[in-house]
């Protein structure tokens, strides 16, 4: 087997399914607990947008024991998960088709809170094709939550980011992932459904290109879905922005890298 095919055979092991009963699976981090056992229930897990299911998001939260807090970007989406929130405290089937399967998971209803505010730059409102949305600044909406939560180490953070958007604003996962990077938050697992794929549209291109220069390895995909984790090297921090140069930062720090490790005979590493 290649190295490339082991790294590959590692990859498809390090990958579990979550909301594989519903009709909106997701991909993630196998053994999700293990990852982050040291936080446990104190795990800060926001999830923005619906999927076309909810047992995703319910057994991130179920699997942790921690608390799921949902941005709902309309009423729609605000009705759906108050039918969750309802099977969730009577243990019985929901109303619609939604809410299928949810009282088979075991979460407390208080961990689930739901938000009619969009995680953004600035407060204010957005204009989703006609529905007007608050809008609260992330650092706010992380700050809130981290409180209510009682973290004993008082620092603000998201552990777990999930986005699908596609259901009510298609493309609104860019801007809300650049919010979110821009104002230094490094989740540890990001899950985004794109709406449109990466390799075929030029913003989604760059904000996926982003991600990973950001400090994200890309694990898996399941069509539209990916799921990245955060493995802290920064390919923005290899090289000065300030400094006049003929091509990329980037590509050239690396270029002159290897050029210095091949004048010493050491080969590219």
């Known amino acids: 087997m290649s190295t490339a095919e082991s790294f590959n055979a590692f990859l498809d092991a390090a990958i579990a399914t979550v909301g594989q009963k519903g009709e909106d699976p997701f991909p993630i981090v196998d053994k999700l607990w293990d990852v982050f056992a040291g936080k446990g229930i104190r795990t800060v897990f926001l999830s923005v947008g619906t999927s076309k299911s909810p047992l995703a998001d319910l057994e991130i939260a ?46 407390l209803p208080k961990n689930l809170r739901i938000f009619n505010t969009l995680p953004w730059w600035t407060n204010g409102t957005v204009d989703l094709s006609g529905t007007i949305l608050p809008t609260q600044r ?50 540890s697992v990001v899950l985004v459904k794109w709406s449109t794929m990466p390799d075929g549209d030029l913003a989604t291109t760059i904000a996926a290109g982003h991600l990973q220069s950001s400090g994200y390895s890309l694990l898996n995909t399941s069509m539209d879905k990916f799921v990245y984790y955060f493995n802290d090297d920064n390919l923005y921090e290899i090289c000065s922005w300030e400094k006049r140069t003929n091509m990329n930062p980037i590509a050239e720090e690396i270029i002159t890298s290897v050029t210095s490790s091949l004048k010493r005979g050491a080969g590219p590493q």
């Open 62 to 107: 179920e699997s942790m024991g921690c608390p799921l807090h949902l941005c709902a970007l309309n009423p729609s989406e605000v009705a759906h998960w108050e039918e969750v929130s309802t099977v969730l405290k009577e243990r019985k089937s929901g109303p619609s088709k939604f809410t299928e399967l949810v009282d088979t998971k075991w979460i």
């Open 138 to 187: 992330i650092q706010d909406m992380v700050g809130s939550i981290c409180a209510t939560m009682k973290l004993k180490d008082g620092i603000q953070r998201i552990d777990v980011l999930k986005i699908d958007t596609t259901q009510s604003a298609p493309g609104l996962e860019i801007p809300i992932l650049n919010s979110i990077i821009s104002a230094g938050y490094r989740p």
